[in-house]
C-alpha cells in the first residue's frame, strides 16, 4: 500500500489540512490536534460528537506556527469571542502546550427517555489533543472506504490498497517514520455528523460500521521512529 493522501487537523474536531509530505515525531503528525476548544463554562473541551458546528470550521496552520480558523463565511480568527459567538457558547482556543494536564472530553452513551443523548466524560491524552493516548497517527484504506466519504473518518493516512486491519501488533514503516499499530479504532456518532461539501447527516455509516466491521474502521498506531512521510510512500515492514 501506498500513501494517497495526507491530513493535519491543526484544531481538534475542526476541518484540516491536506498536504504532499510532513514530518512525523512522537505526538503524530507535526502540527496535527495541537489546538483544541474548551467550554470556557464547563472547562470541557469540545468535540463534534457534542456540537456538531465544529465541522463547518477549519483549522489552518500559520507560518509563525500558530493557528488560524476559518469560518464559513471565509473570514480568519483566532479571537474567542468571535469564535464564541459563531458558536453560541464561551469557548477558548487553546494549544497543547497551555494545557499540560488533565483534559475531559464527552462521548454519547445511550438514548435517553427524553429522546437525546446521554453524555459521559473521559480523559483524553496528555500532549496533542488527541482522544486516546494510544493513537497518534491513524491511517485506513481506500479498500476499506469503498463508496464511504473518506472526510467522515478524518485518518492523517489515506492508503492506496486494502489489507490495513491485518498490520495490528505489527511494526511498519510509513516513508521514513517507524510504526507501531496498536489497534483499530472504534468509531462513533461523530461519523455521522453533517460536513461541507454536500456531506449529509447519516446514522446509517455508524449502524453499518458496526454491522460489517464490528464498530471499528481505520487502525492507529504510535511513533517509534520519527522521520519524514509524503503522498507516494509506501508502507513497508520493519
Known sequence: MRVAELWRYPVKSLQGERLAGA???????????????????????????????????????RGDGTVAVVLPDGSVTSEDAVLSERLGRPVTLRSATDAPGERHYENPFGVGEDGEYDWDTFAGARGAFHDSSRTRVSLVSTGTLGTWDRRRFRANVVLDGEGEDALVGQRVWLGGAGLDVVAQVPRCVMVTRPQPGGIGRDTGVLKAVHRERNGCLA????????????????????
Request: charged fraction near 20%; proline fraction near 7%; aromatic fraction near 6%.
Open 23 to 61: 514530518e512525523v515525531g512522537p505526538e503524530g503528525l507535526a502540527g496535527d490536534r495541537r489546538w483544541a476548544l474548551f467550554d470556557a463554562t464547563t472547562g470541557l473541551g469540545l468535540t463534534a460528537r457534542r456540537v456538531p458546528d465544529l465541522l463547518f470550521l477549519t483549522g489552518r496552520m
Open 219 to 238: 487502525i492507529a498506531a504510535l511513533v517509534s521512529r520519527p522521520g519524514p512521510v509524503a503522498v507516494g510512500d509506501e508502507l513497508a515492514g520493519w
